[in-house]
C-alpha cells in the first residue's frame, strides 16, 4: 500500500490563526482527499485534491475555510483558516492507489482550538 | 452511494472467530463493498473489498451473499489488537468513501 505521512502529528492553536496540515505520499497518485473526524463522531469528506486542478469541496465546506493546494503527485497541505474551538478535530489525508484504486489513510492530526 | 446498516458494537472472546455483519440492500450492480478499520483515533486502516465473490487475505475474509444485499467481514482468530469501529462501505471504485458510524468491535481475554 502506498505510505502517507502527515505534518504536525498534532497541534493546539489559539483561536483566530491558521494551521496548515502537510501530507506526503511515497508514490505518485491523481487523487488526494481530505477528511475531518470531530471528537467522537465517523469521518466526514472535506474536498477532493486532483493535481493540476482546483479542489473540489463537499456541501459545508468552502475554500475560504479550508484551502488546499496540490503542488505535484506526492503532497498536498490542508490549511484551517480562522480557528475556533468547533474546528478541533483529527483531520486526514487519503489516496487512491495500485491497481484497484483503494483508498488509504494518513495517520491524521489532531488539532486542539483554544 | 448504497447505504449500509451495520450493530453498533459487539464483542468478541480472543482467539475466536469475529464475525461482523452488514446490511447493503440498496447496493447497484457496479458497486463494491469495501471494510476499513479504525483503531482509537488513528488513520482508517484498508481491510478487503469485494464485488461479488468472497474475498480472503492475510487480514480477514469477506463473505457476500448472493443477492449481494449482506456481507460478513470475519477475522478468524481475534486478538486484543483487534479492537476497533469497523466501517462497511459501499461504493463504486471511481467514488468517494462515506463513513457510517460503523461497529465497534471490543475483544476480550
Known sequence: ???????????????????????????????????????GQSLTLIATANQGSEATYESGFVIDKFPISRPNLTFS?????????????????????????????????????? | DAKTTQPTSMDCAEGRAA?????????????????????????????????????????????ITEDRKSSTLILPHATLRDTAVYYCIV????????FGTGTRLQVTL
Open chain 2, 19 to 63: 464475525n461482523l455483519p452488514c446490511n447493503h440492500s440498496t447496493i447497484s450492480g457496479n458497486e463494491y463493498v469495501y471494510w476499513y478499520r479504525q483503531i482509537h483515533s488513528q488513520g482508517p486502516q484498508y481491510i478487503i473489498h469485494g464485488l461479488k465473490n468472497n474475498e480472503t487475505n492475510e487480514m480477514a475474509s469477506l463473505i
Open chain 2, 91 to 98: 461504493t463504486g471504485t471511481a467514488s468517494k468513501l462515506t
Open chain 1, 1 to 39: 500500500s502506498a505510505v502517507i505521512s502527515q505534518k504536525p502529528s498534532r497541534d493546539i492553536c489559539q483561536r483566530g490563526t491558521s494551521l496548515t496540515i502537510q501530507c506526503q505520499v511515497d508514490s505518485q497518485v491523481t487523487m488526494m482527499f481530505w477528511y475531518r473526524q470531530q471528537p
Open chain 1, 77 to 114: 497541505t490542508l490549511t484551517v483558516s480562522n480557528m475556533s474551538p468547533e474546528d478541533s478535530s483529527i483531520y486526514l489525508c487519503s489516496v487512491k492507489w495500485g491497481s484497484t484504486d483503494t483508498q488509504y489513510f494518513g495517520p491524521g492530526t489532531r488539532l486542539t482550538v483554544l
